[in-house]
């Protein structure tokens, strides 16, 4: 799907923000989506066209989790928005081979029982509220352990 500079999750939001508009009366949908559409560059026209032929081409399972996603992204405060598009725009910077290193360990921290990740989470918190030298000398050591084989660990 063509994003023009957007990510491709923004744009499926922006579609699930289009479909919302389909829970407007039919005079109100109408008229501000005729609206909105006049207000539009042609760059923009082109671009919403092929959103929304994308949208339309979406199982009706997958527009009804991007309207769950969208209506989730409503009730984010301001902050919670702006941490997700810096985490977003961080990921985007990474490198094909760091993005899917990141990926691996994702489905990997998704297989861990709940418990297993619960403690990790304590464990991090723990970690953020360390003074900052103390953080750092703590993540050099772990990664010191990282390096070392299996027989040096033990």
């Known amino acids: 799907m063509a994003t023009d500079g957007i990510g491709r999750r923004e744009a499926l ?6 479909g919302a508009g389909a829970l407007l009366a039919p005079a109100a949908r109408a008229e ?7 207000r539009l560059t042609p760059e923009q026209k082109a671009r919403a066209l092929r959103n929304y032929r994308r949208w ?10 991007l309207r769950r996603r969208y209506e989730r992204w409503k009730r984010l405060t301001p902050e919670q928005k702006a ?3 810096r985490n977003f725009d961080r990921i985007r ?12 360990r994702l489905r990997r921290w ?5 418990e297993r990740r619960e403690e990790y989470r304590r464990r991090l918190e723990r ?10 000398r703590t993540l050099d050591q772990l990664r ?7 027989r040096q660990r033990d």
Not at 56 to 65: A, D, F, G, I, V
Not at 110 to 114: G, K, N, S
Not at 144 to 150: A, C, I, S, V, Y
């Open 110 to 114: 998704q297989t861990l029982p709940p």
């Open 93 to 104: 910077a990474l490198s094909p081979e760091e993005r899917r290193a990141l990926a691996q």
């Open 13 to 18: 939001a922006r579609l699930a923000a289009l």
């Open 56 to 65: 339309k081409s979406l199982s009706p399972e997958e527009r009804e989790r």
């Open 83 to 85: 941490f997700i598009r």
């Open 32 to 38: 501000s989506l005729r609206e909105r559409w006049e």
């Open 127 to 136: 970690l953020m509220r360390m003074p900052p030298a103390e953080r750092r």
């Open 144 to 150: 010191r352990w990282r390096d070392l084989t299996p």
